[in-house]
Every structure is written in structure tokens, then in C-alpha cells.
């Protein structure tokens, strides 16, 4: 979807999913060792993920967007097919 199109509520929430989850990544550790951020912050985040994407599926679910859409490409076969009906006079 493009960001022009997006409302202002919308972009906040995109900008907060993608700074948590960049906190998320700069902050993994390698297995065994010991994490910087406490399990009282990681609840947190844990959190604050599912309070964005309950409200992602709000705003989506008002402007009648299905949530299980995803990308295709243009040249990419789809499942379904369009058949256009022509009702009327048919010239001669």
C-alpha cells in the first residue's frame, strides 16, 4: 500500500511497528547469552506489537480492507478469472 494513502494514525502505527521491531533486531543476542533488555520489556514490546496490529486490523476492518490480502505481481496468474458480459443492442 502506498504511505500517501495511508491516514496519519495509520503512518504512526507503521513508524511505531517498524521502530520496535528495529529495537528488537539491534538488541538480539546470540543464543545462550544473556539479553540486554529485562522480561519485564520484552512483555512490553510483546505488547505494544499486539495493541498496533489490534488497531491496524480496526482501521482496516472500517475501511473494508480484508487482512489476508497480499502482494502480487501484475504478470502473476491469479485464482480467479474475469469474464465481462456485454448486455444490450449488439450492432450489425
Partial sequence: MNTENL?????????MRKILAS???DTATKPGMPHPLSD???????ACFGVI??????LAAELGFSRNEKPYYADQ????????????????
Fill in 53 to 58: 496490529s489490534d488497531r491496524e486490523a480496526e
Fill in 77 to 92: 496468474p491469479q485464482k480467479t478469472n474475469v469474464i465481462k458480459l456485454h448486455m444490450g443492442k449488439s450492432e450489425d
Fill in 7 to 15: 491516514s496519519q494514525e495509520q503512518q504512526i502505527l507503521r513508524s
Fill in 40 to 46: 519485564e520489556t520484552i512483555q512490553d514490546i510483546r
Fill in 23 to 25: 529495537v528488537v533486531k
